[in-house]
């Protein structure tokens, strides 16, 4: 079956550390992967996205590798600032059948930035 | 803007009352979703409608019911609200899929549903 297992947390960092939020999956066939974030009282907008395997999404300073190998898909950015605290969600997408597209999420990660 | 609107922003229900979740989108999509999500259990699906005329269930179906009312437009409706329906709701569109992959959701600010 589909799943995706990410890091717990809350996650605490002091402003211009280095993150990771590891995400890993297991699925059939060739997923797409995705990265969500979710800000207080908002719904999940798309952060960054990888199709196929050793692709890299890149967006607003964070980037995530597609491994096959590792079956990751790791979330990082090199300095993060307090605007980046959030709710962080890994997810895939599995292979479209007749029935449509599945989404996969995992149960997310919150991030605080602290000044 | 474009995007997926849904209806109400809040709602509190005493046990054993019914109310309907609304959600349109205006961006053409052909498939639409029913999320709820709950602290440490992230979304689960509730149901889906991956075109109009046609709708599946998720992980979390029991307790719900949806209508796919036009492209537009895809309801979720409590029947007798029980206080394991206290979450937050969230609507989700896609467009339909082009030879270059696979598209991502796009999702509604939620309805915060909390019964008592």
């Known amino acids: 079956g589909n799943s995706v297992t990410q890091m717990e947390g809350p996650v605490t960092l002091s402003e211009e550390a280095f993150l990771t939020i590891n995400c890993t999956y297991t699925?059939?066939?060739?997923?797409?992967l995705f990265w969500y974030v979710q800000y207080p009282g908002e719904g999940l907008q798309l952060l960054l996205k990888a199709t196929k395997a050793d692709d890299k999404g890149s967006n607003k300073g964070f980037e995530a590798t597609y491994r096959k190998e590792t079956t990751s898909f790791h979330l990082e950015k090199g300095s993060v600032q307090v605007s980046d605290s959030a709710v962080y969600f890994c997810?895939?997408?599995?292979?479209?059948?007749?029935?449509?597209?599945?989404?996969?999420f995992g149960t997310g990660t919150s991030l605080t930035v602290i000044p | 803007n474009a995007g997926v609107t849904q209806t109400p922003k809040f709602q509190v229900l005493k046990t054993g009352q019914s109310m309907t979740l609304q959600c349109a989108q205006d961006?053409?999509?052909?498939?639409m979703y029913w999320y709820r999500q709950d602290p440490g259990m992230g979304l689960r699906l509730i149901y889906y409608?991956?075109?109009?005329?046609?709708?599946d269930k998720g992980e979390v179906p029991n307790g719900y019911n949806v209508s796919r009312l036009n492209k537009r437009e895809f309801s979720l409706r409590l029947e007798s609200a029980a206080p394991s329906q206290t979450s937050v709701y969230f609507c989700a569109s896609i467009r339909p899929l082009t030879g270059t992959g696979y598209s991502p959701l796009h999702f509604g600010n939620g309805t915060r549903l909390t019964v008592t």
């Open positions: 409608s991956a075109s109009e005329g046609t709708t």
């Open positions: 997810a895939l997408s599995a292979p479209f059948s007749n029935t449509g597209n599945q989404f996969y």
């Open positions: 961006m053409n999509h052909n498939s």
């Open positions: 699925a059939t066939g060739y997923p797409s």
